[in-house]
Nanobody
Framework: QVRLVESGGGLVQAGGSLRLSCAAS????????MAWYRQAPGKQRELVAF???????NYADFVKGRFAISRDNAKNTVYLQMNSLKPEDTAVYYC????????????????WGQGTQVTVSS
């Protein structure tokens, strides 16, 4: 089994910064794309950013230039550095890691974190 634990969420004022972390534990064989999503009340979950196994980064337009995604393969961890936060960034943020486990070494599966609340006050 794989467990993803998120941390780093909280309450900040507009213009502030937060860094989210998502660490996967378990019998990880390899990881592929890692991503961050967010979901605001009454809205659909949306992709924020993702990073490929080769380190290529992609961002949604609404966070480009403000957020930065990174990964540490040795720790099976993905990070999201969030700067210049805006009230509209308020949402529950979820990480997703596409990975193989030892018991299914030829099958990539998506694993999700439990979500962490980010609230930005105006």
């Amino acid at each position: 089994q794989v467990r993803l634990v998120e941390s780093g969420g909280g309450l900040v004022q507009a213009g502030g910064s937060l860094r989210l972390s998502c660490a996967a534990s378990g019998s990880i064989f390899s990881t592929n794309t890692m991503a961050w999503y967010r979901q605001a009340p009454g809205k659909q979950r949306e992709l924020v950013a993702f990073i490929t196994s080769g380190g290529q980064k992609n961002y949604a337009d609404f966070v480009k230039g403000r957020f930065a995604i990174s990964r540490d393969n040795a720790k099976n961890t993905v990070y999201l550095q969030m700067n210049s936060l805006k009230p509209e960034d308020t949402a529950v943020y979820y990480c997703k890691i596409n990975a193989k486990v030892a018991t299914h070494a030829y099958t990539f599966r998506d694993y999700w974190g439990q979500g962490t609340q980010v609230t930005v006050s105006s």
